[in-house]
């Protein structure tokens, strides 16, 4: 894998859905799983606005792999919102 270029990390490496007006989840679902280029693509792209183009020159990859970290990065945050499901950040030793 060629190395990518991550410059900013994650305020925080998990997130919790809230309970529903004070009630707690009624079980514990699996975690969704986001890695760190994924996180910096949405970053980059979603949070301070730049092309895909500039995002993979500030990442050191192709404007594709952007794309593709992007793509993915999104509909996990999708799924967490809709499926109330965690969400954490990994690199590749674990967590941030």
Do not use: N
Not at 5 to 10: N, V
Not at 23 to 28: H, S
Not at 51 to 73: I, K
């Amino acid at each position: 894998m060629k190395p990518r270029a991550i410059k900013g990390l994650p305020g925080a490496s998990y997130f919790l859905p809230a309970s529903h007006a004070g009630v707690p989840l009624r079980r514990p679902r699996e975690p969704i799983v986001m890695t760190l280029d994924e996180f910096e693509a949405l970053r980059l792209v979603d949070h301070e606005g730049l092309l895909q183009e500039e995002a993979s020159t500030r990442m050191r990859v192709s404007r594709g792999t952007v794309w593709r970290c992007l793509d993915s990065a999104r509909k996990k945050v999708a799924k967490m919102i809709v499926d109330g499901q965690p969400l954490v950040i990994e690199g590749e030793e674990g967590p941030v």
